[in-house]
C-alpha cells in the first residue's frame, strides 16, 4: 500500500518559518514525481510546488523566493522550507506523488499550516 505521511505542521507568527516532510512508502520513490498543495479555509486546493525524479522543481508565482521544494532520496522524503510565512498562506498542506510507471496519484493526509499573530 501507497503510503505519504506528512508532519512539520503548526502555529507560527507572520514572517516566520516552517519546514514540512513527507515521507513515502509503497512507491518507487526516486523515479516518482513529488509536489505540495494547499486548501486555504472556504477555497479549493490549489498547486505550490514540485520536484521531479530529476530534481527540476517548479514553483507557484505566490511562493517563488520564499519556499524552496527538495528531496531525499535516502530517506524517501520530499520536504517544504516555508520562510517569511504570511497570514495568506493558512492552509491545509497536502502531499502528493505521481509514479512514473503508472501514472497513478497518491495523496497524504494534510498537515494544517496557521500563520497568524
Known amino acids: 500500500q501507497v503510503q505519504l505521511v506528512e508532519s512539520g505542521g503548526g502555529l507560527v507568527q507572520p514572517g516566520g518559518s516552517l519546514r514540512l516532510s513527507c515521507v513515502a512508502s509503497?512507491?518507487?520513490?526516486?523515479?516518482?514525481?513529488m509536489a505540495w498543495y494547499r486548501q486555504p479555509p472556504g477555497k479549493g486546493r490549489e498547486f505550490v510546488a514540485s520536484i521531479t525524479g530529476g530534481r527540476i522543481t517548479n514553483y507557484a508565482e505566490f511562493v517563488k523566493g520564499r519556499f524552496a521544494i527538495s528531496r531525499d532520496n535516502a530517506k524517501n522524503t520530499v520536504s517544504l522550507q516555508m520562510n517569511s510565512l504570511k497570514p495568506e498562506d493558512t492552509a491545509v498542506y497536502y502531499c502528493?506523488?505521481?509514479?512514473?510507471?503508472?501514472?497513478?496519484?497518491?495523496w497524504g493526509q494534510g498537515t494544517q499550516v496557521t500563520v497568524s499573530s
Open positions: 509503497g512507491i518507487m520513490f526516486r523515479d516518482s514525481t
Open positions: 502528493k506523488a505521481q509514479m512514473l510507471w503508472s501514472g497513478s496519484v497518491s
